[in-house]
């Protein structure tokens, strides 16, 4: 695959720590993935990528890395590929992933712990 | 003319979806977030309205990447809900205010806001959410719809200050508008969160306090920052923010805080809720 051009105005490119920016770049790289996540809103859809998950990625022609990572589940990776969050939901969402479940993925904390971390920082206050 | 009566401000976190179906409202997570609440709907019962103007964003329901809007109105006579792919219960239909959609297009375009305009627009919980916090158990929706749908998906995001003008254009518009309607605008979203990246399960109450404690009589502080500047002090979805900063735009110089609830968690969210009323005058001032 051919390295992004860098589009992104110079603010857009400003690094957050741990948080993607979802600019022109990514939305390039990840259009086809986030195309096939979109298609997902359609339960029919959803049901053809769960009995042939490699040959509904070969429909969007994803590449390599995006398929392994979308028939995994791999939601991390998948970000690192280009996917949209809010995209990417549709996908989880046929894994049976919750938001607390991706948090606790990308955190490496058990979800027990993830969940905690959330409403300790309601006690603060 | 028509009277534009205050604005609400609440989180549209699609988990809220599944307690009403599931009717825990009372349930000891959801308690502290639905009893909110009870201010709005005493004063959505005295102010009543018959139109809502909502900003919020699109989750990947009605638009995708191929053409993806900055700024989209609503100019149709129904807004449906539709599957959006993760389980949520389907949301009643919408009935559009077109009328004055179309005074809306005109007006914001002539001020130099060149908004999308759709007479097809699935709207998304970010939406119907807060209409089944604000109408609970309705059979109908009370309040025909203008819907304002802003890019919170990809960057580069309006500018806090656009989403800011833009609003204060759409309040200019509401006020010259001739109908009796009574009009609450509402902003969706937020506050504080992020699902994606190592930093997910990002939240910021003290963020969070200072906008609610801005967002009345001096919203132009929070428009001062860049839409990135959010994104690092409010989470990557903490930038729907900008729903807010531009609701408040459309509810004129003067408003009174009337109620404000704030919780975390509920999901991965510091949620919130606000109810802002117009001080009379304030609009027509604004017109001027």
């Keep these: ?125 | 003319m028509a009277t534009i009566l205050g604005g609400i401000f609440t989180s549209h976190v699609p988990a809220i979806g599944n307690a009403i179906a599931k009717g825990l409202q009372h349930d000891p997570y959801w308690e502290p977030f639905f009893a909110g609440y009870g201010p709005v709907h005493d004063w959505l019962h005295v102010a009543r309205p018959d139109v809502a103007v909502v900003f919020y964003n699109d989750h990947g329901l009605n638009f995708f990447l191929d053409k993806m809007p900055t700024f989209a109105i609503g100019a149709a006579a129904e807004y449906r809900n539709s599957d959006e792919g993760w389980g949520l219960p389907l949301f009643k239909s919408f009935e559009g205010a077109r009328a004055l959609s179309g005074h809306l297009v005109e007006a914001l375009v002539a001020d130099s806001f060149d908004m999308t305009v759709c007479q097809e627009m699935l709207v998304d919980h970010a939406l119907a959410i807060p209409f089944e916090l604000c109408w609970p158990g309705a059979e109908k929706w009370p309040v025909r719809i203008v819907p304002i749908a802003i890019n919170t998906v990809q960057h580069p995001m309006p500018s806090p200050r656009r989403c800011l003008d833009l609003g204060r254009s759409v309040g200019r518009a509401l006020a010259s508008w001739t109908g009796p309607e009574r009009i609450v605008v509402l902003g969706t979203g937020g506050l504080s969160h992020q699902l994606d990246g190592a930093r997910a399960g990002f939240l910021n109450p003290d963020y969070d306090r200072y906008c609610l404690d801005h967002l009345g009589d001096h919203p132009d502080v929070l428009a001062a920052q860049s839409a990135l500047d959010i994104v690092e002090l409010a989470g990557s979805q903490g930038v729907e923010l900008l729903n807010w900063i531009a609701a408040r735009g459309a509810l004129g110089d003067h408003v009174v805080e009337i109620t404000r609830n704030y919780h975390i968690p509920i999901s991965n969210t510091a949620a919130a809720t606000m109810l802002l009323e117009c001080r009379e005058g304030a609009n027509l001032k604004q017109a001027a």
Excluded: W
């Design chain 1, 1 to 125: 695959m051919n390295a992004p051009v860098a589009t992104l105005p110079a603010d857009a490119r400003r690094v957050i720590p741990g948080t993607p920016i979802f600019g022109p770049d990514e939305a390039a790289r990840g259009y086809r993935l986030n195309a096939m996540c979109f298609s997902f809103n359609d339960a029919a859809n959803r049901s053809a990528f769960q009995s042939d998950p490699l040959g509904y990625c070969r429909r969007f022609k994803l590449d390599a890395e995006q398929t392994r990572a979308a028939v995994q589940g791999d939601v991390p990776a998948l970000i690192a590929a280009g996917g949209n969050i809010y995209y990417l939901a549709k996908l989880a969402g046929i894994f049976g992933l919750s938001v607390q479940d991706l948090g606790a993925i990308q955190t490496g904390m058990s979800v027990a712990a993830f969940k905690q971390m959330l409403t300790d920082q309601g006690k603060v206050h």
